[in-house]
């Protein structure tokens, strides 16, 4: 069982930078895959980023790749989303997940945990 905790939501102004927290209970944190997800009003929740379980490899799609940047701390058994030169298109609430999935993991279906989520609210 791993249970999520995000932090580290707020408004910004467009150009903006804002960082996330995502805080992981259990002994487990260093067998999770860890991914942001996204889900503004009225649309579906989409991909924002993915790590690897050792933090070595991350993965974004091409609409994030270049402004924000994923990674994550074992020792603190956190997980962290830099978000750079922020958009209004941005806004959202914004959620971690943990899957066990060893490759790349872009689908809800394939994460088993999931945080509460944060909101993030863009401004132009």
């Known amino acids: 069982q791993v249970q999520l905790v995000e932090s580290g939501g707020g408004s910004a102004q467009a150009g903006g930078s804002l960082r996330l927290s995502c805080a992981a209970s259990g002994r487990t944190f260093s067998s999770y895959a860890m991914g942001w997800f996204r889900q503004a009003p009225g649309k579906e929740r989409e991909f924002v980023a993915r790590?690897?379980?050792?933090?070595?490899?991350?993965y974004y799609p091409d609409s994030i790749k270049g402004r924000f940047a994923i990674s994550r701390d074992s020792a603190k058994n956190t997980v962290y989303l830099q978000m750079n030169s922020l958009k209004p298109e941005d806004t959202a609430v914004y959620y971690c997940a943990a899957t066990s999935i060893i490759g790349v993991a872009t689908k809800l279906s394939e994460y088993r945990y999931w945080g509460q989520g944060t909101q993030v609210t863009v401004s132009s």
């Open positions: 790590i690897s379980q050792t933090g070595t490899n991350a």
